[in-house]
């Protein structure tokens, strides 16, 4: 039903900037939260970066004054400013969307399929 492609991760070197993307697409009547999540090599997946429809957003502490989450809701699409990379943000992105179906009121969780970031020196 629901699909979430992500667009934007790559390779940038430490200082430098990217930007993420993910759309949602399928029949969707809305999306209450959408956010980011990443893991690295050996840890467990932590929260990045959420934001819920009316706009309030939420921030892990260690990409706080760097990291902006920003989203269209006509678009279905939620973003990622990344500035001031380093070394510890290197790790696999994921999308997240909470979404709720035209024909059914029930939210459904979905994942998108990670995009690569990584920070070299």
């Known amino acids: 039903q629901v699909q979430l492609v992500e667009s934007g991760g790559g390779l940038v070197q430490s200082g430098g900037s990217l930007r993420l993307s993910c759309v949602a697409s399928?029949?969707?009547?809305?999306?209450?939260?959408m956010g980011w999540y990443r893991q690295a090599p050996g840890k467990q997946r932590e929260l990045v970066a959420s934001?819920?429809?009316?706009?309030?957003?939420n921030y892990a502490d260690s990409v706080k004054g760097r990291f902006t989450i920003s989203r269209d809701n006509a678009m279905n699409t939620v973003y990622l400013q990344m500035n001031s990379l380093n070394l510890e943000d290197t790790a696999v992105y994921y999308c997240?969307?909470?979404?709720?179906?035209?024909?059914?009121?029930?939210?459904?969780?979905?994942w998108g399929q990670g995009t690569q970031v990584t920070v070299s020196s």
């Open positions: 997240n969307a909470v979404i709720v179906y035209v024909r059914d009121n029930s939210p459904y969780n979905h």
């Open positions: 399928g029949s969707i009547f809305s999306i209450p939260r």
């Open positions: 934001i819920i429809s009316g706009g309030n957003t």
